[in-house]
């Protein structure tokens, strides 16, 4: 037996069966192909449900009354104690006013009222309107006696004429100007030397060199609307509340002297100088009129 006649060579009907397998597979191949690939394109794409997202974005507090003259949109950055002093108002007031049970939690966005809610006016007193006396259109005044013979009819007067033996009137004398009944004459804070001055970008009032443990004074009479820490750059703050158009503010303090909703007078220390939140021992000494700062130079004593 030779080589040739060992090697197994498949006759015709084996290599129709081989190949008919060979064409199964592929077609079967490509059948699950096609269904991996039907699956695929059948499936729903993965959709975000964002109605209950927005059902849960809420309107911040106050958002009704944005731009409306009173109220203040929060911005990055802001405290509460800082927006109250720029509306020259207590920040305790502007807490009540907004029912912020933590003032420490304010939004950006928010809007906060930050002037007092309008007073409803007072129905007027009935009994203190009098009324002036009306007289009947048409009726003309006539002396109850008869008029005598020859004598000359009396003209009538024209509205506005000065009546004849009537003392001449003399003309009033325009008031001088009156300083507004919240005006306040000041003292100084502090004796030391002013070693920076009033810049309305940069500075928002005055320095005050001095010592550690230097009186500072209230510059008038007022009451303690704010004493603590919380205004960034200020250091250990007072905040005097002097009535509705002024605020004196003092900053930078080793130690206060007084608390929140204490009355203070004139020329009372108030608190110890120091270097607080300061690059050095001063007094950084405010005066807001209506919540702007104005130069304090302006409404102190000439040294």
């Known amino acids: 037996m030779n080589k040739r006649s060992l090697t197994m060579v498949p006759d015709g009907a084996e290599r129709a069966c081989w190949r008919g397998v060979a064409l199964w597979a592929v077609v079967g191949g490509l059948l699950l192909t096609a269904g991996c690939s039907t699956r695929k394109l059948n499936q729903p794409a993965p959709v975000e449900d964002r109605t209950r997202a927005s059902a849960e974005i809420k309107p911040l507090p106050g958002a009704e009354n944005a731009g409306k003259p009173g109220y203040y949109t929060v911005r990055p950055g802001d405290t509460l104690y800082r927006i109250a002093l720029e509306a020259g108002q207590a920040p305790r007031d502007v807490q009540t006013w907004n029912n912020l049970s933590n ?31 009306v007289t009947a259109p048409g009726v003309v005044a006539r002396p109850l006696t008869p008029p005598v013979a020859g004598a000359t009819p009396p003209v009538p007067a024209t509205p506005g004429a000065p009546v004849a033996g009537a003392p001449t009137p003399v003309p009033a004398t325009a008031p001088e100007p009156v300083a507004g009944a919240d005006e306040i004459s000041f003292v100084w804070p502090a004796q030391g030397a002013v070693v920076s001055n009033f810049d309305e970008s940069k500075n928002k009032g005055v320095s005050i060199a001095g010592k550690v443990g230097d009186p500072v004074l209230a510059a008038a009479d007022g009451r303690v609307v704010y004493a603590g820490a919380g ?45 607080s939140d300061s690059d050095r021992v001063k007094l950084h000494f405010e005066v807001r009129r209506q919540g702007k700062p104005v130069d304090p130079l302006a409404h102190l004593p000439k040294r």
Do not use: F
């Open 231 to 275: 205004l960034r750059g200020y250091g250990n703050l007072i905040i005097l509340k002097h009535n509705n158009t002024y605020l004196t503010a003092y900053a930078h303090n080793q130690a206060l002297l007084v608390r929140e909703d204490q009355t203070v007078k004139q020329g009372q220390r108030i608190a110890e100088m120091g270097s």
């Open 103 to 133: 003032p420490n939690l304010i939004e950006i966005g928010q809007v906060l009222r930050v002037a007092p809610p309008a007073a409803t006016p007072a129905a007027p007193n009935s009994a203190a309107v009098t009324s002036a006396p």
